[in-house]
């Protein structure tokens, strides 16, 4: 497995020419770029295929693979929304991230389904959301880029069998579950979503979690919460997974850069089994 660490893990007014730097020096092997309102730093809506080829090279250029894109736009722009425009804007933003990661050689978008809310029924979420997903998965299946739906706390697939329902109606080796192993922790053991998951994971999120705290202040370095990561280690083994493991934590407050390093070398002990 490859130790991999997205962007929102340093400050967000980072160059990303220090993001890239820092992360290989870190030890990374790749590295998950985020998809931007225009204006943002590194890859947006709005810019030029020359532009996103320039930020391929700074990856490759750094000794970093790029294997997937990730976004946080989908919070705003919802695919489950009850608003018809809303759920439009949606899709050109998950369209966006198949046209990079293809032009970019990554071979997964991750995309969050959708979210239950006072508007939005449970039901109604499924049912909106697999119908968006439906007409993105032919231009992920144009582009041969997979399109990973995230467990995310969004009241949302809540159970390793649903989140497998859930992918196979999509019908499409191109539909598959982008796993987050700390935000299952809350209501579930990520060790035996990855089994019931198997084939069907494209790509792992990894972050630690106190469930003690059971909130977003629960969220800790790896290595500092309650994931039984020989468990997951384990788990990962034994559906054959060998693709990235891509850190999501925050930067920490005194020194923004260090979470990278410390990351890094606590990722070699998940993946290694051993802190030698």
């Known amino acids: 497995?490859?130790?991999?660490?997205?962007?929102?893990?340093?400050?967000?007014?980072t160059?990303?020419?220090?993001?890239?730097?820092?992360?290989?020096?870190?030890?990374?092997?790749?590295?998950?770029?985020?998809?931007?309102?225009p204006?943002?730093?590194?890859?947006?809506?709005?810019?030029?295929a020359a532009e996103a080829e320039a930020v391929g090279r700074l990856v490759s250029g750094g000794g970093l693979r790029l294997?997937?894109?990730?976004?946080?736009l989908l919070w705003q722009h919802s695919l489950s929304s009850p608003h018809p425009e809303v759920?439009?804007?949606?899709?050109?933003?998950?369209?966006?991230?198949?046209?990079?990661?293809?032009?970019?050689?990554?071979?997964?978008?991750l995309v969050v389904p959708g979210t239950v809310n006072a508007e939005t029924s449970y039901d109604q979420c499924y049912e909106r959301s697999q119908a968006e997903l439906r007409l993105l998965v032919a231009e992920a299946e144009k582009r041969k880029?997979?399109?990973?739906?995230?467990?995310?706390?969004?009241?949302?697939?809540?159970?390793?069998?649903?989140?497998?329902?859930?992918?196979?109606?999509?019908?499409?080796?191109?539909?598959?579950?982008?796993?987050?192993?700390?935000?299952v922790l809350l209501y579930g053991y990520p060790e035996q979503w990855i089994r019931i998951l198997g084939r069907r994971i494209a790509k792992i999120h990894v972050k630690d979690f106190k469930t003690a705290v059971g909130n977003g202040g629960g969220f800790v370095p790896l290595l500092a919460g309650d994931v039984n990561w020989a468990a997951v280690r384990?788990?990962?083994?034994?559906?054959?997974?060998?693709?990235t493991l891509t850190a999501e934590i925050s930067p920490y407050a005194a020194d923004p850069l260090q979470a990278a390093y410390d990351t890094a070398h606590q990722l070699g002990i998940i993946i290694g089994g051993t802190n030698g």
Do not use: H
Request: net charge negative; proline share 2%; glycine share 8%.
């Open 234 to 243: 384990q788990a990962l083994r034994e559906i054959g997974y060998d693709d």
């Open 145 to 183: 880029v997979r399109i990973g739906v995230e467990n995310v706390w969004n009241k949302f697939l809540l159970s390793p069998l649903e989140a497998a329902r859930y992918v196979d109606e999509l019908d499409s080796a191109y539909a598959g579950v982008y796993f987050d192993v700390g935000n």
């Open 39 to 48: 204006g943002g730093i590194g890859l947006t809506m709005d810019m030029s």
């Open 87 to 109: 759920r439009e804007q949606g899709r050109r933003v998950v369209v966006r991230q198949l046209e990079l990661a293809e032009l970019l050689g990554a071979d997964t978008v």
């Open 67 to 72: 294997r997937s894109l990730s976004t946080g």
């Open 1 to 13: 497995m490859l130790k991999s660490i997205n962007q929102w893990c340093f400050p967000a007014d």
């Open 15 to 37: 160059p990303l020419e220090r993001v890239v730097s820092a992360s290989a020096d870190a030890g990374f092997e790749a590295i998950e770029l985020n998809l931007y309102e």
